[in-house]
């Protein structure tokens, strides 16, 4: 029986095509015209301006906290659940991270703690270059809370959407948001180019200075001239022309992802103390079980939060181990044995050993979840023959109970 993957790369004769016929054209170089192209698509998609194709979206968050001008003396305000990349890039320009707790219901940044920090950022007189909201999982941030907080306190809101490509907040895309936003096109992202990331903003001096900093921070003139120091971190015209066939098919790959998250959602709504996180708790905020007067069954979030506006990259459930009187390592482990993967929510970055000592707003919320959340297969090139071998797995273990 073959392995059955958290998110694999959804690839096939459409992105071989693309990429043969643009290593046919002979650009076979970190420039050239599938990328111009892949960073006119993406923005058009996203819609902003401007974008600049990199390497990685490690590489993206990089660039764009150095052109908001983060660095040595200053603070990035960033969530404390999140992939360790968005706390890395800030250390790699010199500024200090401080982690920031989530919203249980979302896992995204807790909104009362960012304006809360940065009152009191700004009561010490610390300098703070940049806020990042992370879209966990693929829901977007509160960002209509977000960033008038951070207008307000005159702080750049940074997005990182390497996770939400295709989600949509309030009708805007993800990626819009903020003065500027990174994306990830990593192997196991919404759309890939096994690897690579994009900064993307409505702000030219922004993404000039990103583009600038990407190529060497080489100067406009005939020989190799620099005033500053600059990154190789440009993203090849083979890769862009691979996701550009990624591109043409994120509708058709959403609604994979999107059907899947139903279907958990119905599996699961009969389960006592199982939620899908980015779904209103029950009885908590965001309406309770009864959203738009359908049964306990369908639980649906209202538009703004999680389930509906996502692009639903990755499904999580959340277990109450003492509702449900089993926990959610149980299920990972009994799907192991299946050969099925799953994954815990990221663990905390205030929990990380390399980490430790930064400073940290903390309600508890997000260690919970990392302890009692497991995320499910959600990739879009998963078959019916191996959606169906999850779903038996899961049914297994829950008439086990
Ligand atoms: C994947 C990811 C990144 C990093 O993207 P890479 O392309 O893997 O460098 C950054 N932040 C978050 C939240 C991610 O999920």
Partial sequence: MNRIYLSPPDVGRLEETYLVRALRSGWVAPLGPEVDAFER?????VGVAHAVAVSSGTAALHLALLALG???????VVPTLTFVATANAVVYTGAEPVFVDCDPATGNIDVALLA????????AGQRVAAVVPVDMFGACADYDEILPICAAARVPVLADAAESLGSTYRGRQAGSFGRIAALSFNGNKIITTSGGGMIVSDDAGLIAHSRYLATQARQPVPHYEHLDVGYNY????LLAALGRAQLSRLDEMLARRRELRERYAKLFAAVPGVRLLGDPEEGGPGGGPDVDGLSAGVRIAPDTAGARGSNCWLTTIVVD???AGWRAGELGAHLAADDIETRPVWK??????IFSQSRAVLTGAAQRLFEEGLTLPSGSALDETQTARVFHAIEQFLAQR
């Fill in 116 to 123: 809360d920090l940065l009152h009191r950022l700004r009561v």
């Fill in 70 to 76: 983060a660095g040595p003396g200053q603070v990035v």
């Fill in 321 to 323: 181990p003492e509702q």
């Fill in 41 to 45: 698509e993406v923005a058009e998609r």
């Fill in 234 to 237: 440009r993203l090849s015209n």
């Fill in 348 to 353: 905390p970055m205030h929990l990380q050993p």
